[in-house]
């Protein structure tokens, strides 16, 4: 290999890393399935042509064609549709760090090449810097979720019209050509997010950095002024554009101040968990954070980084200010995502701060300890994101049940869905000031949306809830979600899920549901009683799933008393009892005396037991008052002895999960 191509090589190292490390990193979040406000704006821009995505603005009070394309493309693309989105936005992120390693360089004045004085330093420090960003732990909401996108989208634009922005102040021809693809790329930032406006705050952050670097301002410093005009005509704009109701947002000195802690432990966020053991105050932990950071950037400004330290101080005031003068506060303390334009400012100083703190060491004593202050604050974000995506999976687990039972339902048919979460909250706050809980839906979002966002298919969906007995067990906080249940939608879905709210986890399980479609004659015949239309037992890993079809016989042996119960056990070949399944069907939400006229009841129940050869099921329905079993027959009219349908149960299968 000659040494030009030695030398392109090199040149990738960086940013090949950077795409390993952001890809690696937010893989996890590629399989979450679409819920809350994505599985909304799916269902609001399905049937959008492309002038709608820019006049069709009903989305909350916010004008973001863009926002809306890409949800557009989603539902173009189906059940593929999650999937599109989640790759968007980590090569968005991606995008971003790579961006944001030329950036740091262009912003600050310094030379490319090798040969520059301090290259090889600086140089360090900007790929610290990307580092830093793509493992930033607030980072995570915009990235692991698609509804954060948008912000994603705001700083791609944002960081390439800066660049052109310095190109254009570059004493080279074609200024005014790169001045006006940077007023072009900052449209599409404003189209994205609200927060592409801070593009402004970026270029006169440059302007500041260059005026400390040289030490004088001249006539040209003025030229952020254009993109500050390009700026304030969007805002005066925005405000006259149709966008629908939006939340209503009073000012408060004492809101300000609250959001305004929020944003400063985005940027002092390493030394905010450090704290964390000690048990401060929310909000003297974040102000002890943030003093001693700007203590420690007070005290860099006097060595060789000041220009770093100061650009990534003006960089994240520039991309915190809005969000924290402009959002509402319980939005903003449940939105970490607003803070992401911020971000890039918050990995520059702390990279340059890394670099400054180990700047007496030898070169290579530096180049080691200044790596491992880096390391340890991007290793801190790392552990933060992939426990959060982990924890967005568990709380989504109920949103993909319901997608894929909905997928299996027929058109017309019905799924019911009972006690889905509104949201999660984790166990403990590592950042204090922050709700670092899921969202997983809201009143405006319906069960047909989690279905058509997931697989792009029209569904009907109900969700419903009844009161869940406390558990201190559980090691999180939940709300489930939907109308009070009403008994008639049991007997109405096509297919009824129930999620469980267990110490290690969420869990979803199909409970059975309604169908028209059984044989003509019952297996057993229970009197006084309903009839058993047929069974099916499947063997899972850890015991046997059994479906039995209920039904109720023609009036008027089909009245009977609400006390009946089933009972379904698992029996080993010495009659010992393994697992047992006692209640009404539909995990007892469904009195027998309820079974519908018009059609049966499928009741699905798991029974997990220790793996026994030779185990027998036992079946029957019986009086939970009186404790006596109804007489069962066969569809010969034979007695079934015990009263008891008994069927061999198969070995138990390692491959199948007991849902």
Request: aromatic share 8%.
């Amino acid at each position: 290999m000659n040494a030009t191509l030695r030398t392109h090589a090199h040149r990738l190292i960086a940013p090949l890393a950077l795409v390993a490390l952001a890809t690696a990193l937010y893989w996890p979040s590629a399989s979450l399935p679409l819920s809350f406000d994505d599985a909304w704006s799916v269902r609001l821009v399905r049937h959008f042509s492309l002038p709608d995505l820019f006049t069709q603005t009903q989305n909350f009070g916010y004008y973001r064609p863009l926002y809306l394309a890409y949800y557009r493309l989603a539902a173009a693309a189906g059940a593929h549709g999650p999937l599109l989105l989640h790759l968007l936005c980590i090569a968005g992120h991606a995008a971003n760090a790579l961006l944001l390693l030329k950036l740091a360089p262009a912003m600050l004045g310094r030379r490319s090449d090798a040969a520059a004085p301090g290259a090889v330093v600086f140089g360090a420090v900007a790929f610290g810097a990307a580092c830093l960003f793509a493992l930033n732990p607030f980072a995570v909401q915009a990235v692991a979720l698609p509804a954060g996108l948008n912000h994603l989208l705001a700083l791609l634009f944002i960081q390439a019209a800066m660049l052109c922005y310095a190109r254009a102040r570059q004493p080279t021809a074609g200024r005014g050509r790169w001045l006006l693809a940077c007023l072009g790329l900052s449209l599409p930032a404003f189209l994205s997010n609200e927060i592409g406006l801070c593009v402004a705050g970026f270029a006169f952050a440059y302007e500041l950095i260059h005026a400390l670097r040289t030490r004088r301002w001249t006539r040209r410093s003025w030229s952020f002024l254009t993109v500050t005009a390009l700026a304030g005509a969007y805002a005066l704009a925005y405000q006259l554009i149709p966008k629908g109701a939006s939340p209503e947002f009073v000012f408060t000195i004492g809101d300000a101040l609250t959001r305004a802690l929020i944003a400063l432990q985005t940027l002092a966020y390493p030394l905010a968990l450090a704290l964390g053991p000690l048990g401060l105050p929310a909000e003297a932990s974040v102000l002890a954070a943030t003093a001693l950071m700007l203590s420690l950037c007070a005290w860099a400004m006097r060595g060789p980084q000041r220009g770093a330290v100061a650009l990534g101080l003006l960089l994240f005031a520039a991309g915190a200010a809005l969000p924290a003068l402009r959002l509402p506060t319980g939005y903003v303390e449940n939105a970490p995502r607003v803070f992401y334009v911020a971000t890039p400012g918050t990995a520059i100083a702390w990279s340059a701060l890394a670099w400054a703190l180990t700047a007496r060491l030898a070169p290579r004593a530096q180049a080691v300890a200044a790596g491992a202050v880096i390391a340890a604050i991007g290793l801190a974000g790392a552990w933060h994101v992939r426990d959060h995506q982990a924890f967005l999976a568990r709380a989504s687990e109920p949103v993909q049940a319901i997608a894929e039972a909905g997928a299996a339902l027929a058109p017309g048919e019905q799924l019911l869905a009972l006690n889905a979460p509104e949201w999660v909250a984790a166990p403990a706050r590592r950042f204090p000031m922050f709700s670092e809980g899921a969202i997983v839906l809201a009143p405006y979002v319906e069960g047909s949306d989690l279905v058509l966002a997931n697989t792009g298919l029209e569904r009907t969906v109900h969700l419903a809830q009844y009161p869940l007995p406390g558990d201190p067990a559980r090691p999180y906080s939940f709300r489930t979600f939907g109308q009070p249940l009403d008994p008639a939608q049991l007997t109405g879905a096509t297919r009824v899920l129930q999620t469980r709210y267990l110490p290690e986890a969420l869990r979803t399980d199909w409970l059975g549901g309604a169908t028209t479609h059984g044989p003509a004659t019952a297996e057993v015949a229970f009197a006084g009683g309903p009839s058993l239309a047929r069974h099916h037992v499947q063997a899972c890993r850890e015991g046997w799933v059994v479906a039995l079809q209920w039904r109720r016989p023609p009036a008027p042996a089909g009245e009977f008393p609400p006390t009946l119960s089933a009972f379904v056990q698992a029996l080993d070949a010495n009659g010992a009892k393994l697992a047992q399944s006692d209640g009404a069907p539909l995990n007892g939400l469904l009195p027998f005396a309820g079974l519908p006229a018009d059609r049966d009841i499928v009741d699905r129940r798991v029974l997990r037991a220790p793996d026994a050869a030779g185990a027998m099921l036992h079946l029957g329905v019986y009086d939970y008052i009186t404790g006596e079993r109804l007489p069962a027959t066969d569809a010969q009219g034979r007695r079934l002895a015990g009263d008891a349908l008994t069927l061999p149960l198969p070995p138990f299968n390692p491959s199948m999960a007991c849902r």
